[in-house]
């Protein structure tokens, strides 16, 4: 299948709440692209660290806690882009893609930001910093965006099969906020970035959606090239 990909490696971002299937999606969506003999990689780049604000925790000290969260926080603008571009641009370098399948991005660093906003009250400090990070956002070129999204009352079920405990609410809940809000601006500009899958349905429905995605979104690139030739 000529698809064009070759001479660009094109960028799928995968986000969704614990426990939508983000990872089991990829490794099948993967297996059916790579039938298409097309040289596909998989990861995880999200990179926000929180060191000093688990040292800071140890004085037992609210405030002081506060502190080393803001201090992560601002740190992470540095580290975040500098951990993408090892992760994905210099591995790319060694072994050309032509699909890479990532999962939470800076996407999924925005919703810590939101998340620490919300625990620890750092309304203004996240209205300084948010911005920055947005902009990290749009300096990178994705392909498309897909939103993996499991109903509430699923997902006790899917943390027990994979054996972890159970997520923080408000940490679901500053998901549901920044996923939701991409998908509302991916409407408003019609600009079909983004496939929003309910992934209540067996694997095999929402990674045939999503291989049905990826491909339309190469064969659009693929006419666009050969437009501009």
């Known amino acids: ?28 969506v993967a297996k059916m692209l790579r039938q298409l003999s097309l040289n596909v990689c998989i990861c995880s780049v999200k990179s926000t660290l929180y060191i000093t604000m688990f040292l800071f925790g140890k004085i037992k ?12 926080l601002i740190i992470n603008l540095l580290l975040i882009p500098l951990y ?13 893609y032509d699909i890479c399948l990532v999962e939470e991005h800076i996407l999924g660093s925005i919703v810590d930001y939101v998340y620490a906003s919300l625990r620890y009250n750092l309304g203004k400090v996240i209205r300084i910093l948010l911005p920055i990070l947005f902009r990290f956002t749009s300096l990178n070129r994705w392909t498309g965006i897909v939103y993996l999204e499991c109903p509430r009352e699923l997902l006790p ?18 998901q549901d906020l920044i996923f939701r809000l991409m ?3 991916s409407k408003l500009y019609n600009d079909n970035m ?19 995605f990826i491909i339309s979104k190469l064969s659009k690139g693929a006419e666009q090239s050969c437009r501009s030739r």
Not at 5 to 24: D, L, P, Q, Y
Not at 161 to 171: A, C, D, F, Q, W
Not at 203 to 210: D, G, L, N, P, Q
Request: hydrophobic content about 40%.
């Open 84 to 96: 993408l571009f090892l992760k994905l641009y210099i591995k790319n370098l060694f072994q050309r």
């Open 61 to 72: 000290s609210n405030t002081m806690l506060k502190v080393g969260v803001v201090f992560d």
């Open 157 to 174: 079920q899917r943390w027990a099969l994979r054996g972890t405990p159970p997520e923080n609410v408000l940490y679901l809940y500053s």
């Open 1 to 28: 299948m000529n698809t064009g990909t070759k001479s660009k490696c094109h960028t799928f971002i995968f986000v969704g709440n614990v426990g939508a299937g983000k990872t089991t999606s990829m490794r099948a």
């Open 183 to 185: 998908l509302k601006v």
């Open 194 to 212: 983004v496939l929003h899958i309910d992934t209540s349905r067996p694997i095999y429905v929402s990674a045939y959606k999503i291989y049905n």
